[in-house]
Nanobody
Framework: QVQLVESGGGLVQAGGSLRLSCTTSRRTNSNYAMAWFRQSPGFEREFVAHSSRGGSTDYADSVQGRFTISRDNAKNTVYLQMDSLKPEDTAVYYC??????????????????WGQGTQVTVSS
């Protein structure tokens, strides 16, 4: 069992930045693929960013070039640096982990473990 705890959400003006953190209860290093998803009221949970077990990264088109996913394995922590934020980035952001997502890393159903979520609100 892996427990995930997100932090770092909050209220920010459009154009601003936030950094989300996800601390895991186990060493994540190369054992887990990690990802960030987000969900707005009335919408399905959507993929934001993925870090594979091998260290490669992938992003949704909507955040490419603005968001960066990274890991600090010594701290068992995964980050999501969010720059140039837009009002449409407003959502609850979730951290997720799985032993291996393979080609299906954009699917929420590929992930076994989830955090409780952290709210990000971007004002215009």
């Amino acid at each position: 069992q892996v427990q995930l705890v997100e932090s770092g959400g909050g209220l920010v003006q459009a154009g601003g930045s936030l950094r989300l953190s996800c601390t895991t209860s186990r060493r994540t290093n190369s054992n887990y693929a990690m990802a960030w998803f987000r969900q707005s009221p009335g919408f399905e949970r959507e993929f934001v960013a993925h870090s594979s077990r091998g260290g490669s990264t992938d992003y949704a088109d909507s955040v490419q070039g603005r968001f960066t996913i990274s890991r600090d394995n010594a701290k068992n922590t995964v980050y999501l640096q969010m720059d140039s934020l837009k009002p449409e980035d407003t959502a609850v952001y979730y951290c997720a982990a799985t032993p291996a997502a393979g080609d299906y890393y954009t699917r929420a159903t590929s992930y076994h473990y989830w955090g409780q979520g952290t709210q990000v609100t971007v004002s215009s």
